[in-house]
C-alpha cells in the first residue's frame, strides 16, 4: 500500500522560512515523479512544484518561483519543498503527490496523494 506523509508544517510569520518533507513507503520514490500542490482558503487545488523521478528536472509555479526550491533524496524515499521568503498568501493546506503521467503541473496527473499540512503566514 503506497503511503505519502507531509510534515513541517506550521505558523510563520511573513518573510520567513518552513521545510516541508513528504515521506513515500509502499514504493520505490525513484519510480515516480513527485509533486506539492495546495489549497487556500476558499480556493481551488493549485500546482506549486514538481520533480522529476531522478530528480534531473524540477518544475515551479510562477508564484513561487525564487522563493520556494524543491528536491528529491530517493535513498531516504523524501521529497523536500523548501520555502523562503513567505508570504500570507502562501497559507494553505500543502499535498504531496506521487505519479507519472503528465503534464506534471496538473493534478490529474498524480496517482497518490498524502493528507496534507498546514502552512500559515502571518502578516
Known amino acids: 500500500q503506497v503511503q505519502l506523509v507531509e510534515s513541517g508544517g506550521g505558523l510563520v510569520q511573513a518573510g520567513g522560512s518552513l521545510r516541508l518533507s513528504c515521506a513515500a513507503s509502499g514504493l520505490t520514490s525513484s519510480s515516480i515523479a513527485m509533486g506539492w500542490f495546495r489549497q487556500g482558503p476558499g480556493k481551488e487545488r493549485e500546482f506549486v512544484a514538481a520533480?522529476?523521478?531522478?530528480?534531473?528536472?524540477?518544475y515551479l509555479a510562477d508564484s513561487v518561483k525564487g522563493r520556494f526550491t524543491i528536491s528529491r533524496d530517493n535513498a531516504k524515499n523524501t521529497v523536500t519543498l523548501q520555502m523562503n521568503s513567505l508570504k500570507p498568501e502562501d497559507t494553505a493546506i500543502y499535498y504531496c503527490?506521487?505519479?507519472?503521467?503528465?503534464?506534471?503541473?496538473?493534478?490529474?496527473?498524480?496517482?497518490?496523494w498524502g493528507h496534507g499540512t498546514q502552512v500559515t503566514v502571518s502578516s
Open positions: 503527490a506521487g505519479g507519472n503521467s503528465f503534464p506534471l503541473t496538473t493534478a490529474q496527473s498524480y496517482w497518490y
Open positions: 520533480i522529476s523521478r531522478r530528480g534531473g528536472s524540477t
